[in-house]
C-alpha cells in the first residue's frame, strides 16, 4: 500500500513538471513570435520533448527547434516537424497559363480603345 501510494506522488509529481514545462515551452514560442506556433503539438514526458506539426518553412523550423533547446528542463529533444512549403513556381505557372496571358492581352486591347 505504500509503494503504491509513493508511486502515485512521483508520477503526480512528474506529471506536475511536465505539464510546467509544456507552459514554459508554449510561452517562449509564443514570445519569440515563432511563426507557424499554433500549429505545432508538443508533448513532454520526464524531459524529453516531442515537437510536431506543419510549418511553412525551414526558418520557422529552425526557430520553433532553437526555442525549444533553449528551455530550461529540456534534456532531448525529438523533431517531427515536417515543412509544407508550396512547390517552386506553383503560383508562376498560374500567370503564365495561355489563357490567362490571352486574356489580359484582350482587356489591353479594349482598354485601348
Known sequence: MITKSFRSLQER?????????????????HSR???GREFVRL???SGT???RG????THAKW???????HVAGVIKLVDEL???????????RARCHPAS??????????MNK
Open 43 to 45: 508533448n513532454v514526458h
Open 13 to 29: 509529481r512528474q506529471i506536475k513538471q511536465d505539464d510546467d514545462l509544456k507552459t514554459r515551452l508554449v510561452n517562449f514560442l
Open 63 to 69: 526557430l520553433c527547434i532553437e526555442c525549444c533547446r
Open 101 to 110: 496571358a490571352g486574356a489580359r492581352a484582350e482587356s489591353a486591347v479594349l
Open 54 to 57: 506543419l510549418l511553412q518553412s
Open 82 to 92: 515536417v515543412i509544407d512549403a508550396p512547390r517552386p513556381g506553383a503560383h508562376q
Open 49 to 51: 520533448v516531442i515537437v
Open 33 to 35: 513570435r515563432v511563426p
